[in-house]
């Protein structure tokens, strides 16, 4: 076993005070070996605490190169200022394309919206007659007692089949219509469940008073259907 000669230590000599007062840790290697210096365990403990000191000073001294301390604190905010105002102006190149449709396309949409879902059974009523005629007709049946919501048969419905009631899901295929015989409703199986407020009170009522199968043209004032405005 050799030994080699240490190195001298002035015990005299001051530890060189760190700059900066943070501790860095490192996890430690399982496979590297702590060396002692030569000598007495004071003097080792000494050097020890010298060349830890000297380690928290370098440490310190790299950390502190890292900071910059402003000059001017004002001139410092107006650039940043400056540079975050600078990178919020970002432009955007997304582009919308407004496409106006073609007259051909309205007059196709407004011949498909105006089929009658029951072409075999179109009548007068459904065609040419004012509403007012109708309000005022002996051969429609009413449902409520103020007249606002009226029926007429067209085709009778199954003889042994029951009237739905209030909570019970049904399907209809109806078609609804303005008095200038705009259509503003149309579906070919409309499920819903009465008494839930998925569709108007004139639509509820009438359903309760027809049989499975039945088809029949309703009249409804505006106040059980879409309101003043057609809503």
């Not at 003097?43 to 502190?64: K, T």
């Not at 109708?134 to 449902?143: K, N, P, R």
Request: glycine share 6%.
């Amino acid at each position: 076993m050799e030994t080699e000669p240490c190195e001298e230590f002035d015990p005299a000599a001051k530890p060189t005070k760190p700059e900066v007062e943070e501790a860095i840790t490192e996890p430690a290697d399982d496979d590297s070996h702590t060396e002692l210096p030569c000598g007495s365990t004071e003097e080792g403990q000494e050097l020890h605490g010298e060349e830890q000191a000297e380690a928290e000073s370098c440490a310190g001294e790299s950390q502190s190169s890292d900071i910059r301390k402003p000059s001017d604190p004002e001139q410092c905010g107006d650039t940043a200022c400056k540079e975050q105002r600078e990178l919020q102006k970002t432009n955007s190149w997304k582009t919308v394309r407004f496409q106006e449709p073609s007259m051909d396309d309205d007059v196709l949409e407004i011949d498909s919206s105006a089929e009658s879902l029951f072409p075999e059974y179109v009548t007068e009523e459904w065609t040419s007659s004012t509403f007012e005629e109708l309000f005022g007709a002996d051969d429609w049946l009413d449902i409520t007692e103020d007249r606002l919501l009226r029926k007429k048969l067209v085709k009778s419905g199954a003889p042994d089949a029951l009237i739905p009631v209030w909570g019970q899901e049904v399907s209809v295929k109806m078609q609804c219509v303005l008095e200038d015989r705009t259509v503003v409703e149309k579906d070919t199986k409309l499920v819903f469940v009465i008494g839930e407020g998925d569709v108007n009170q004139a639509l509820e009522e009438c359903v309760m008073s027809m049989q499975k199968r039945e088809i029949t043209l309703l009249l409804a004032d505006s106040q059980c259907a879409y309101g003043l405005l057609g809503r």
